[in-house]
């Protein structure tokens, strides 16, 4: 695929967090491997959105407006993945009283609670519910190389921890906390091979952030640069 990933639309649903970004996608495939890699090819020719709880496309115009996701408005937000081949979504299953402290008498905000869905595109059939944390909000994070989904749990104020998916397996497990705070962060090239991330060491004075580049193949990480204030790679 030579996806082309530029900006995201997205209309926010009620009380929970959105973001959006521009993808590509078809509603009209023929599955064959030659025909389906036709079809990935024209999803970057398209942009997809948030409208009503669902996930639609278009062309870049506005035009061949699509509904992918038939939820009956019920996703918060969602991810394709970098070779278009699987989209992740964030279903809404209820709502929860918004955790804080209120008036006597005053209305709590609720917000959503959701399971996050992972579907092949085209294939909706194929589709996989990733268990719900009990007493725990769940979100999205980024899709990782290999096929690998990070989404993260919540208690409503911060992040509890973090998990990841793996769609060629169907597997989900937890992550160590300070990997997938890492990763949370990261900066990935299309084909995944390289990963950049910043840190940091010491303090007042001695103070520095450190710029590292990863390649995924080989685990190697060498800081190429180390500075009092580094922008977050992008």
Not at 24 to 46: G, I, M, Q, R, Y
Not at 63 to 83: A, H, N, R, W
């Amino acid at each position: 695929s030579k996806a082309d990933y530029n900006l995201i639309f997205n209309e926010p649903g009620k009380g929970g967090k959105s973001q959006a970004q521009i993808k590509a996608f078809d509603d009209t495939w023929d599955w064959s491997s030659e025909a389906s890699e036709v079809a990935l090819n024209e999803l970057a020719k398209k942009i997809a959105f948030l409208r009503g709880g669902d996930v639609w496309v278009s062309t870049k115009d506005g035009k061949d407006l699509s509904q992918i996701t038939m939820t009956g408005g019920k996703v918060e937000d969602f991810l394709f993945s970098p070779d278009l081949k699987y989209l992740a979504y964030s279903k809404v299953t209820g709502y929860a009283p918004e955790p804080g402290l209120w008036e006597e008498g005053e209305k709590v905000p609720e917000r959503a609670v959701c399971s996050i869905i992972v579907e092949r595109v085209g294939q909706p059939e194929l589709s996989n519910e990733l268990p719900l944390p009990e007493g725990s909000w769940v979100y999205l994070g980024k899709w990782l190389p290999k096929g690998k989904l990070l989404f993260y749990t919540s208690s409503g104020f911060d992040v509890e921890g973090f998990c990841e998916y793996d769609v060629n397996r169907g597997q989900a497990s937890e992550m160590d906390y300070t990997k997938g705070s890492s990763l949370l962060d990261a900066v990935f090239p299309q084909d995944g091979s390289l990963m950049s991330y910043v840190d940091d060491s010491g303090l007042g004075k001695d103070f520095k952030q450190h710029l590292h580049i990863v390649n995924t193949n080989t685990g190697a990480d060498r800081v190429v640069a180390s500075l009092r204030s580094l922008m977050e790679p992008s």
